[in-house]
């Protein structure tokens, strides 16, 4: 079977997380992989990367205009080219489609070729352009949720299967969507080799409660205000403690000053961009890894790739109230979620209490490694990516 990966980003990209898993595993079992993905100018336009092919976008790549000629559109024509002719000379067999902004060039390029296609849906789109500021003029279109919505629905209406990440998401699929059947889950979860990491590059501190958080930024300081705010009032009781973050385009200045005007200098690392092989390492430095994400319509309806792995890590879990989470969290009985409502004040009281409960942060530890040895790990979710992909492969021959 071979297999192209569609994407926005030009890969490999750190943020790509899933379809690298996805790859990877394909090509272990012994498949063919080809990605088909933007084009910086360091890449060349055609790579192979061990484990996959990547196909880059490569129109016009001299011309001063090449970044509005590149753009990742559901509207640009050049991107329906470029996979069409990708998937015909590379005779591919199945498209998963990873980013919507490309989805439909692609969908419509595996239509005219009769190929099928997965929709991986990694997230809400509409909802998640709703919390974006909008602060270029384009972004009135590429950020406007009922737009985002309309293609959103057009392309799970016009794909072949769909895989969400969590059970909440399918609940927004219109009922007839629902009845035929054409709809995994496929979680975000790590694999478990994690588990067994020998990465010695990080030595933990073992005389500082760690608070630990990983993970992207957007514009700003992100979800880490939450804590950095609480933490003078932990301090207040106990100095003993620190705050380690690890991200992809953190505004240091911004976060710095935050940090200054609390007076939380000497509590808080900045750690900057974790690669993806020393994540596991990484995140053992810490004693509780957090998710303080606002609850909003959106994070109730997905689950941070962190959760699982704060889980791998054998890191007890200290969460905003979002739905998915707190279902998982409370099912493994892992960690703390904090209540709607709560003051910086109510917070620092929790981690506290965690901090002062050593039998229980290591009872929860044990839950957490146990719950991705059973049910959370990569090996499973593939299982089920893997069986809709052969199920439409057969299907198609």
Known sequence: ?????????????????????????????????????????????????????????????????????????????????????????????ILILSNIRIALPAILAAKILGKP?????????????????????????????????VLERLCIKLSDYIWVVVQERSSSFPQYILNKG????????????ELDSKNKKYEKDKEKFTLIYIGRFT?????????????????????????????????????????????????????????????????????????PYDVNSYTNSTVSNKLFHYMAAGLPVLSTDMKPTRRIVDEVQCGIIIPLGSSYEDIAKIILKLKNSPEELKAMSERATQAIHDKYNWDLDFSHAYRSLCKLFSKNM
């Not at 030009?10 to 790859?23: I, K, N, T, W």
């Open 1 to 93: 079977m071979h297999v192209g990966i569609v994407v926005q980003n030009d890969y490999p990209h750190v943020g790509e997380v899933r379809p690298r898993r996805l790859a990877q595993s394909l090509h272990k079992l012994g498949h063919k992989v080809t990605f088909i993905s933007w084009k910086s100018k360091k890449n060349p336009a055609v790579e192979n990367i061990g484990y996959a092919d990547v196909y880059r976008f490569r129109y016009f790549l001299k011309s001063r205009y090449y970044n509005f000629f590149s753009l990742p559109s559901p509207l640009n024509p050049l991107w329906l080219l470029l996979i069409f002719k990708t998937v015909k000379e590379k005779h591919i067999d």
């Open 117 to 149: 296609v997965i929709l991986d849906l990694q997230e809400h789109n509409q909802e998640n352009v709703k919390l974006r500021s909008k602060t270029r003029l384009s972004h009135y279109i590429t950020r406007n949720s009922y737009l985002v919505g």
């Open 219 to 291: 514009g700003g300081i992100g979800p880490v205000e939450l804590i950095l705010r609480s933490l003078p009032y932990v301090i207040e009781k106990d100095t003993d403690i620190r705050f380690l973050i690890g991200g992809v385009e953190i505004d240091k200045k911004q976060i710095e000053a935050l940090i200054k005007e609390l007076g939380i200098q000497d509590y808080v690392e900045l750690h900057g961009i974790i690669e993806p092989e020393n994540v596991s390492a990484w995140l053992r430095l810490g004693d509780v890894g957090v998710i």
């Open 182 to 193: 054409k709809i995994s889950v496929v979680c975000n979860t790590p694999s478990l080799d």
